[in-house]
């Protein structure tokens, strides 16, 4: 078997390198393509393929993911004559592990030939998760498609869940990222109130972890706006992306999505100030700013 992994970021790398321990295990072949030559020569020292193109991968992979930063990239992957539509082999799979938009991959599946299956599989976990192989894989899919792939899809997953019928993987990791970043601007205000009442914000974060505030958001976001990190892991740029894809959602679904659009516009505003590459719980850098209050222990 072919396979190509075409997107080597934070997350993809990660992702790509347990799948190349997969396949090396399994007599198959990984092909990888990504725009920094760097890390492409990184996997060919490992024992990858030169993917050298989008066109070239779908012509010779038997399976392909994709791993890119929005719909933009993905549509730019998928139309065309050098895309993946017109060049993939008869009977392929694609499986797409981005954070995207319903409506753009809803573009795609409907101009797809039939003979090529498409699965939207966003992964959940972080960098760390990827890069362990215990990501939570997020499967719009059916069960036999699902019971085919889950061999392989566990060589970089925890789990890999069937959440429901096509886009179905898209609409929940929106939904936990919605959870994620409501809770992110959370914890700046709690953290705020302890800072101006003298609390020491260590012993603070310790007695959130045991309450019913506890979280992956308390855990793992509040030490790093405590050591004034404001994890560096992630980018501002993309978390404001990925609240503009979930109020997308709402409308898209026509849902009222009240706390979402106040989420939102904080972003934009934190992106607009700070800019678009800092750490994304700079976010938490209003609030500092607007109660003239640091938020360290």
Known sequence: MKIGFIGLGNMGSGMAANLLKYCQSNAFELFVLDLNPTVVDHFVGKGASAGETVKKIAQQCDLIFTSLPSSVQVNQIAFGSEGILENALPGATWIETSTNELAEWEKVRNAAPADLTLID???????????????????????????????????????????????????????????????????????????????????????????????????????????????????????????????????HLGIEMTLADKVYATYQIATEKYGPEVPHLSVLKLIEEQSAQPLRS
């Open 121 to 251: 599989g966003p992964v959940t976990g972080g960098s760390e998760g990827a890069a362990a192989g215990t990501l939570t894989m997020l499967l719009g899919i059916d069960e036999p498609v699902l019971e085919q792939w889950a061999p392989l899809l566990h060589a970089f997953t925890k789990k890999a869940v069937r959440m429901g019928p096509a886009g179905a993987g898209y609409v929940t990791k929106l939904a936990q990222l919605h959870l994620n970043y409501l809770v992110a601007q959370g914890i700046g205000e709690a953290l705020m109130m302890g800072a101006k009442a003298q609390l020491d914000l260590a012993v603070l974060h310790n007695v959130l972890q045991s309450s019913c505030a506890q979280s992956y958001v308390v855990d793992n976001y509040i030490p790093k706006v405590l050591d004034g990190s404001y994890d560096q892991s992630f980018a501002l740029g993309l978390a404001t992306k990925d609240m503009r894809l979930i109020t997308e959602l709402g409308s």
